[in-house]
């Protein structure tokens, strides 16, 4: 059994909070990573999609939050994406009390953003590229950031914003607290870690691949004319899915096309405005569409709750993306089903991604029966369920993962009660400076 939240030393008042949310017993990592977090310790983390990591940095984010002085934010969290970013603020906010909690990213006006941060933002929440835009313009500050999250680490490397996230480290408080969340610490993520993170606190949760457990995995030979139906077949025997295509334009025609099928799909990709991803989201997290058209860099990091199924229509460029898509369903616990639709031509090389996975399913013919058994079971008949976390279902027709958290403690000091970010962290010069720019000293 693992500790409460308070237990953990969350504060009431976010008890509280959570608790109206359904949300009473910390996920594993929660329970590996909050009390390190809130005394102030980098953390190193690593954990399966879905497996609760907004909160366990984001409570201890607002327990220790520092009051902001206007353009001048004391604590940042870098995300990959704009749909991640914005999920993690509206995560934040729901517990966040007077913590002043905004986002900044591309692909919106200036104007609200600016505004927020003339007004004082104590948590911003931001993409890499948008950030560094706002801090040429005069606007926003690091200075004063004590406390940082850099979360889905590896999305960061993989899209190229690891130099980026460098230079905005580089800006912030050298006494800061840093804290990592990735589903892999290797390469890139590993050498962030390395030069930016003072003894952090390793906490693991789950397998190196988790996604994969998860989920029940399916693959079917399909010929090419014959993909879009079984696609549609699929989504309806499954209920909600996010279909991957590999480009903008592959997707816009598959909703097209989808449509005509009776199916009500909405698209999201790179081409397409802010407002129309928000929206097409919106519409597919309340249950309004069925599914979900997505190309891979607009779907990392969505986490909309209960997702039937993640079908690749298009093949997955990699082992790696195949885990980043497929981890779009059986999210916190709950079922969900992964159908790879595999041309002839990609048989072989599907054999050997599966290999690669530990995933040796058999290429079977098409078998619809597969997956209906979502369509059966009691927790997935409720249609709006996707615009709420639904906890009800988390224990029930599937276990959860039985993941013990792994610890291994590298801090040498330990034991600092206090809370204070401030008072706590010890003072040091550490190599991470190595690599600050003469340009980043201290801003006015
Ligand atoms: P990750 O970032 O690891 O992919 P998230 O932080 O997005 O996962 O969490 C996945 C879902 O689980 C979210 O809907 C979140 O609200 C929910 N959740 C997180 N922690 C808990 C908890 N302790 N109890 C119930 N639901 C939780
Ligand atoms: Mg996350």
Known sequence: MSPTFAQ???P????????????????????????????????CGRAPTGSGKTLAFGI???????????????????????????????????????VRVAVVYGGVGYGRQMEALRRGVDILVACPGRLE????????????????VIDEADRMADMGFIPAVRRLLDQTSPDRQTMLFSATLDGDVASLTREYQYKPVRCEVGEE???????????????????????ADAITASGSAIVFCRTRHGCDRLARQLDRAGIATAAIHGGRSQNQRTRALGEFASGRVQALI?????????????????????????????????????????????????????????????????????????????????????SHSEPARRSEPDTASRDSDRPRRSSQPRRDSERSGAGHK?????????????NRNRNRRPSAKRAA
């Not at 976010?14 to 102030?40: H, K, N, S, V, Y």
Request: hydrophobic content about 45%.
């Open 60 to 98: 201890p984010l607002v327990a220790t939050a520092v009051r902001a002085r206007p353009h001048r934010p004391t604590a940042l969290v870098l995300a990959p994406t704009r749909e991640l970013a914005d999920q993690i603020m509206t995560e934040l906010r729901s517990f966040a009390g007077g």
């Open 418 to 430: 206090s809370r204070s970010r401030r008072s706590s962290r010890p003072q040091r010069s550490r």
């Open 294 to 378: 997505a190309t891979d860099v607009a779907a990392r990091g969505i986490h909309v709750q209960g997702v039937d199924a993640v079908i690749h229509f298009d093949a997955p460029e990699d082992h790696k993306a195949y885990l980043h898509r497929s981890g779009r369903t059986a999210r916190a616990g709950q079922g969900g089903v992964v159908v790879s639709l595999v041309l002839p031509e990609q048989a072989r090389e599907m054999g050997r991604m599966q290999r690669q996975l530990g995933l040796e399913q058999p290429i079977t013919e098409v078998d619809m029966a597969a997956i209906a058994w979502l369509r059966e079971s009691a």
């Open 133 to 148: 835009d706002l801090i040429e313009q005069g606007v926003v500050s690091l200075a004063a950031v004590e406390a940082v």
């Open 12 to 43: 009431d008042s976010i008890c509280r909070a959570l608790d109206e949310r359904g949300i009473t017993q910390p996920f594993d990592i929660q329970a590996a990573a909050m009390a390190d977090a809130m005394a102030g310790h980098d953390i």
């Open 8 to 10: 953990l030393g969350v």
């Open 209 to 231: 691949t988790p996604d994969v457990i998860a989920a029940d995995h399916v693959f079917w030979n399909v010929a090419r004319a014959e993909r879009i139906g079984v696609a």
